[in-house]
T-cell receptor
Framework: NAGVMQNPRHLVRRRGQEARLRCSPMKGHSHVYWYRQLPEEGLKFMVYLQKENIIDESGMPKERFSAEFPKEGPSILRIQQVVRGDSAAYFC???????????FGPGTRLTVL | GIQVEQSPPDLILQEGANSTLRCNFSDSVNNLQWFHQNPWGQLINLFYIPSGTKQNGRLSATTVATERYSLLYISSSQTTDSGVYFCAALYYGGATNKLIFGTGTLLAVQP
């Protein structure tokens, strides 16, 4: 049973470009979460999605960030007009139901030049 | 909101030594997870432990939910145990369902 998959593993963008991060949850999991880890810090919740629905986006910056989890395909975290402060590791997690153990992907390390 | 604190912030051990890492949380939580972030940055699930004690090889964990703390025990430490250990409390209520992470314990095991 494959784990949570994320791609790309490393992404380099110049200021002002767009970053798209992809996450495929574990088989049978319909709940997806995105977390961000800034350098030398712990992980911070960003957004919680189920298929075609954003359930809780209380941790998302108000501008430039968006997330989706379409009926078909992976969940996407999109960052428009990236700035240097967006450089971080972005982790995706999934769970089979709410209030259950979350399993994490390997992360995408975004570097903004 | 829920606060999660971990201690100690960092720890240096000689190979073979034992250690105890602590996680305190400020409010009732639905669940608690322990993770190991290895030097390559990957997060590895160690325990999913709302209460009681679990063991997995040289590692074990105990959560006392009524007193709002959890402990992670590492016995006979090895250099491969090095990395950052995070605890995370699951906050589930209404439409939210998220892990609140502590700031971690950085462990270095020396040969």
């Amino acid at each position: 049973n494959a784990g949570v998959m994320q791609n790309p593993r490393h992404l380099v963008r110049r200021r002002g470009q767009e970053a798209r991060l992809r996450c495929s949850p574990m088989k049978g999991h319909s709940h997806v979460y995105w977390y961000r880890q800034l350098p030398e810090e712990g992980l911070k919740f960003m957004v919680y999605l189920q298929k075609e629905n954003i359930i809780d986006e209380s941790g998302m910056p108000k501008e430039r960030f968006s997330a989706e989890f379409p009926k078909e395909g992976p969940s996407i975290l999109r960052i428009q007009q990236v700035v240097r402060g967006d450089s971080a590791a972005y982790f995706c997690a999934s769970s089979p139901v709410q209030a259950h153990e979350q399993f994490f992907g390997p992360g995408t390390r975004l570097t903004v030049l | 909101g829920i606060q999660v604190e971990q201690s100690p912030p960092d720890l240096i051990l000689q190979e073979g030594a034992n250690s105890t890492l602590r996680c305190n949380f400020s409010d009732s939580v639905n669940n608690l997870q322990w993770f190991h972030q290895n030097p390559w940055g990957q997060l590895i699930n160690l325990f999913y432990i709302p209460s009681g004690t679990k063991q997995n090889g040289r590692l074990s964990a105990t959560t006392v939910a009524t007193e709002r703390y959890s402990l992670l025990y590492i016995s006979s430490s090895q250099t491969t145990d090095s990395g950052v250990y995070f605890c995370a409390a699951l906050y589930y209520g209404g439409a939210t369902n998220k892990l609140i992470f502590g700031t971690g314990t950085l462990l270095a095991v020396q040969p």
